[in-house]
């Protein structure tokens, strides 16, 4: 007898939605990504991305619909189990967001010291210190000239690798990724994109990344989709972004004022 094996993705959306009032931001959003894949998610501004990030993220809730992880409910887990999920989580933030008060070591390290591990052993400061020069040098980084540094000594591409160094430091099962290469040049944007994308099959992480950058989208994605109005109105492979016949895709990812996309142009 031939048995279908049925893989549960490591995240699983069904049926999202979320308003504030009247302005329905998201709407019936279904989508899986796959265990050790990345999905791009691309759309203009406003478009509901960073609220969907934020719902998968559990720091906002949906008014209806599930999010799945593993196939659990992350809205039906208890504090406790929902902070026991976060912890499998690391993100790099749109301007890398490190603390300008601690060092480079002290920002990589910073979960490990400073984050709620109630369930987890106690990492001594000199532990932390090594992880933290491990991920350094994963990220391209020499920890001997930078771990002492502070965040406002650094370039911005330098800044984003100390990011990613801490988004990977816990060794993340799901990690986000917000707008990663804005702020960069197109060169040090296409280095960054080649360390989260290698250092993300290091891991053996599932990643999630919202972009509005294309080049970056194709290098860093397997799998995309694009939210219209809090819609999403294409997934397909990364690769088909520039390819696709889908208008709204085509015209987003052109950069092209004619389409079904409307862009408001009035001039005050
Ligand atoms: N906490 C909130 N309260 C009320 N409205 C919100 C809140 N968060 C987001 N919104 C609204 O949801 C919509 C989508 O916002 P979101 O930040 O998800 O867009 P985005 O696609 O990430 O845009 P961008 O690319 O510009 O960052 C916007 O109209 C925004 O005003």
Redesign the pocket.
Known sequence: MTQSVCKTPKIRIRNLSKS?GS?H?LRNISMDVETGTSFVVI??????????LRCILGLMTPDSGSIEIDGQNIFELSSTQRTQKLQQMGMLFQNAALFDSLSVWENVAFALLYGYRKHLPKVSRSDARATAYRMLELVGLDPELVADLYPDELSGGMQKRVGLARAIASKPEIIFFDEPTTGLDPIMGAVIDDLIKSCVDKLGSTAIA?T?DMASAQRIGDDAAM?YQGELIWKGKAKELLTTDNPYVHQFTHGLRQGPIKVETKVE
């Open positions: 504030f302005n931001v759309g203009g501004s406003g478009s509901g991305k960073s609220v969907l919202i509005h939210l």
